[in-house]
């Protein structure tokens, strides 16, 4: 395990045109496996790391949006850079003052650590899960917040 870990923390895009700051710690970070994440990553998964909305300022640039359906039915918006693509953060609209901050465009990925894995019913077949497994959108998170807690990184 990873020792603790100082905020604030940075981040950003691809590119470097766009750059932010993150001022609070993460409530909990999950892998998600629903096909949205799939085809926004081209990959098997995203890692996300949940935070407060207010705790994420962007210092460099103007960061495009995009909103579209989930699978689980909500309104979600994307939070990206118009230059590159790389996607930042994303949301539910309306806002529920959390946004799934993209672990990746941290700029120290050292202590990040999923506990778990969510939309497991989409994910590829050939990955195996160790953590904690929800089939779909979790209705409760407490688990997710709980063991994510216990690693005592913030």
């Known amino acids: 395990m990873a020792g603790e870990v100082t905020l604030p923390q940075t981040g950003g895009c691809a590119c470097g045109a766009v750059r932010y700051e993150l001022s609070a710690p993460p409530l909990m970070i999950y892998n998600c496996h629903c096909a949205n994440c799939q085809k926004i990553t081209g990959s098997a998964f995203t890692v996300a790391a949940t935070v407060p909305e207010a705790s994420l300022a962007f210092t460099k640039g103007d960061p495009a ?21 790389s996607r ?43 953590g904690l497994v929800a089939e779909g959108q979790p209705k409760d998170y407490t688990p997710f917040i709980e063991r994510y807690r216990a690693q005592g990184r913030f």
């Open 65 to 85: 949006r995009v909103e579209w359906k989930a699978d689980s039915g909500n309104l979600r918006f994307g939070i990206f850079c118009g230059a590159c693509g």
């Open 88 to 130: 930042i953060a994303n949301g539910q609209v309306p806002t529920i003052g959390m946004l799934s901050l993209r672990a990746g465009t941290l700029d120290d990925t050292s202590w990040v650590e999923p506990v778990g894995d969510i939309w497991t019913k989409s994910a590829q077949k050939w990955l195996k899960f160790g």
